[in-house]
């Protein structure tokens, strides 16, 4: 009898042990990720102050403002809506550490989705963090969810009913930021988000807005230039100027009852041209390979790289890999091209933003060298 205490005694340390070290790991993803605020930043706020049941929770999150203190318009960049799409963070976290506004102004929230970077989706397989070299340090930043964290809302319900349109959603699609605008106060803790994000638009009275995103290469909107049709226009002209500079970019026209989504509600619900992009991300995708934090940086994956030569379905991915700092320099550039043909279709309203690296620059330097 003694020998089966002492037997089942061990087996209940190495079992703590286990559950320990495990442990760690999962609290790791709840330490915030550095973004180091630079020259251009004249204010750093937090996304509760447009919606007070946000205080304290890991659903608050930073805004960051870069003033020109000159007249002119307002953009709103969000990174992080889907926190597994790190190239639209990491052009948020670009935009914070590098840019300075000359005229205008512009307001960016890297990670709008904060308590999806608190976990990984099941079942993936993905790492929970990447690194990039910068010119003085390696830099960590989380790899996070497509949603909000369950634990904030848990269960999720058999079907989502969007609101206030009453569309029918998969379950799992109430912890989607991008599905649940113009959201409510006293909603969902996503639906709040989404609440306080109007919120801002509103009381900020932000003239244009991105919403930067990522897609496994399979999905037909890849590489494209989501619009309201109220902002048709200088997407159009956007697109010419990308294409003679060898960009390609699909023109996509937001469904007008697909609810939920930023470029639909944000548009239909305040005087804001808004705008989606999207890039090309393999670890998203379901032909992917190996799953870890180099596919996230470098991009590169076999299966997709097979595919890709046989031709037989349509993807998109670059036989060279889709690299991060290459999906950060289409963002960028889509963005100042976008702000340039805003600028041309109402002149009064002007939005000069300098020191963000070409598309060019940062495929030939990195990444990094635009970082901390």
């Known amino acids: 009898m003694e020998r089966h205490h002492i037997t089942a005694l061990c087996m209940l340390i190495v079992i703590a042990v286990v559950c320990t070290l ?25 996304l509760s102050s447009y919606s007070g049941d946000l205080a304290g929770t890991i659903s608050d999150t930073k805004v960051y403002v870069l003033d020109s203190g000159k007249p002119g318009a307002t953009a709103l960049v969000l990174g992080g809506t889907h926190p597994n799409e790190p190239a639209g963070f990491m052009t948020a976290v670009v935009l914070t550490e590098h840019a300075f506004v000359r005229e205008g102004r512009v307001i960016v929230i890297p990670q709008v989705c904060s308590s999806g970077f608190t976990c990984t989706d099941p079942l993936e397989g993905y790492p929970q963090s990447y690194s990039i070299q910068t010119k003085s340090k390696i830099r960590s930043f989380r790899f996070g969810a497509r949603g909000s964290n369950p634990l904030t809302e848990w269960p999720d319900p058999l079907v989502f009913l969007q609101y206030p349109s ?11 930021l991008n599905r649940s605008y113009p959201g409510r106060p006293d909603g969902t803790v996503t639906e709040r988000v989404a ?16 919403d930067l995103h990522e897609a ?11 619009t309201h049709e109220k902002g048709k226009d200088a997407a159009a002209s956007a697109l010419f100027t990308l294409e003679s500079e060898n960009l390609q970019f699909a023109l996509e026209m937001s469904p007008p009852n697909f609810h939920g989504l930023s470029h639909r509600e944000w548009g239909d619900r305040s005087a804001v041209f808004p705008y989606l992009m999207e890039t090309s991300n393999p670890i998203q995708g379901r032909l992917r390979g ?46 100042q091209a976008l702000l340039g043909a ?14 963000v690296p070409e598309y060019e620059e940062i495929l030939a330097r990195g990444l990094g060298d635009f970082l901390h």
Not at 166 to 176: C, H, I, P
Not at 310 to 317: A, F, L
Not at 342 to 355: A, F, G
């Open 22 to 46: 495990a442990g760690r790991e999962f609290l790791k993803m709840y330490e915030p990720d550095e973004i180091i605020p630079g020259p251009g930043v004249t204010k750093v706020d937090n």
């Open 166 to 176: 009453g569309q029918q959603l998969s379950g799992n699609e109430v912890r989607n």
């Open 195 to 210: 609440y306080a994000v109007m919120q801002l638009i509103e009381r900020e009275n932000v003239d244009i807005a991105f």
């Open 216 to 226: 496994a290469p399979e999905i037909p909107i890849i590489n494209a230039i989501v």
């Open 290 to 335: 190996v799953t870890n934090e180099a596919l996230v940086v470098q991009g590169i994956d076999r299966k997709y790289f097979e595919a890709a030569q046989i031709g037989s379905m349509r993807i998109t991915y670059d036989l060279e890999g889709e690299p991060l700092a290459r999906r950060v320099g289409r963002h960028l550039r889509g963005l």
């Open 342 to 355: 805003y600028m041309e279709s109402t002149p009064e309203k002007r939005i000069v933003v300098d020191s």
